[in-house]
Each structure stands twice: as structure tokens, then as C-alpha cells.
């Protein structure tokens, strides 16, 4: 099942660092922000996680958690976490469950070759378990930044803008 903007995630279970578990429902009610990144310890997606990091407390402030994912192990993710002091937890997503339901698997060209490659991209659930919206194919830099705008934009909305009568009729 696609996802798609404005409905909710389809059914998942994810084991991130920490020993956390991570599914479709376990951060209702705070914003979950799911940033795909291709491999761990490579020059961008260290920039992206250290950018992510240095926001992290802004992040909180706005109601947001924050979850790396790529298809690496937990001991790779365990020492690259220790290695940024990454205040956030990364989904080990070995067997690329999560990157096909999200759409982020690419065919790309490496050193001449074809290989099949995570396209960085950043989703961002609301509170309600919809997903408000999608980064696909971006480029790091002011990219936090972004996420970090619209995640405090969705704060902002008081809570009693669930659904309208009319939405439900």
C-alpha cells in the first residue's frame, strides 16, 4: 500500500536504537518526522543527521520526534549514533520493508554502475497519524530547516481542528 499525503501510514513495525519499537500508531498524538537517508557514515547523510541533531531541541519544542532510517544494521547505527551524539533514535531497516512502503528504493548510478540506492527523503506525521507531507529527492542543505517550519506550523493549530461535521457526514 502507497502512502499518501493526508491519510494515515499503513501498518508497520520498526526496531530502531535504544531498543525502541517504532509502528504505525506508536506516536499518535506527537509529530513523527521520518528522515530516509542512504548509508551511515557517508560525507551527506552525516551533514543531514548533524543538521537534524542540532535542531533536535527545536524539534521537541514543536511537539516533533525525530527517527533516522536506512538499510543498515543496528551496530552500524549504534556507532554512528554514538559517533554524531545523536540525540534521536535510527530505524534499522535491514530488510527494506519501510523504504519500498515509502516509495524511497531508486535505481541510481554509482562509480558507472546501476545500483539500487535509498532517494533521501523526509516524511512528516502529524499528531493524528496522517501524513502532512513529503521531501523526496531533496538536497541537505536549509532542508531541516524546512521540516523544522512546518513541524512548528502544525503546533500551532489548536487540536479541535480534527474533522469537521461536514468531513464525517
Known amino acids: 500500500m502507497a502512502i499518501v499525503v493526508n491519510k494515515p501510514l499503513p501498518e508497520f513495525e ?12 506508536s506516536h ?8 530516509f537517508y542512504p548509508k551511515d557514515n557517508t560525507p551527506g547523510c552525516t551533514t543531514e543527521a548533524m543538521q537534524f ?9 514543536a511537539g516533533a520526534i525525530v527517527f533516522g532510517v ?12 554514538t559517533k554524531l551524539e545523536l540525540p534521536f533514535e535510527l530505524i534499522a531497516d535491514t ?11 531508486k535505481n541510481k548510478i554509482m562509480y558507472g554502475k546501476k545500483v539500487k540506492g535509498i532517494e533521501r527523503s523526509t516524511f512528516l506525521i502529524g499528531p493524528d ?20 517550519k512546518v513541524a512548528k506550523a502544525l503546533k500551532k493549530k489548536p487540536a479541535t481542528e480534527k474533522a469537521s461535521p461536514e468531513a464525517t457526514a
Open 70 to 81: 536506512s538499510r543498515d544494521n543496528m551496530k552500524s547505527h549504534d556507532d554512528f549514533k
Open 28 to 35: 499518535i498524538g506527537q509529530t513523527l518526522v521520518l528522515y
Open 95 to 105: 530488510e527494506e520493508k519501510m523504504c519500498h512502503m515509502f516509495g524511497v528504493v
Open 53 to 61: 541533531r542540532d535542531k533536535y531541541k527545536d524539534f521537541v519544542k
Open 14 to 25: 520498526a526496531n530502531a536504537t535504544g531498543g525502541t519499537k517504532v509502528t504505525n500508531t
Open 129 to 148: 497519524g496522517l501524513l502532512k507531507q513529503e521531501w523526496r529527492g531533496l538536497k541537505v542543505p536549509g532542508h531541516v530547516d524546512e521540516v523544522l
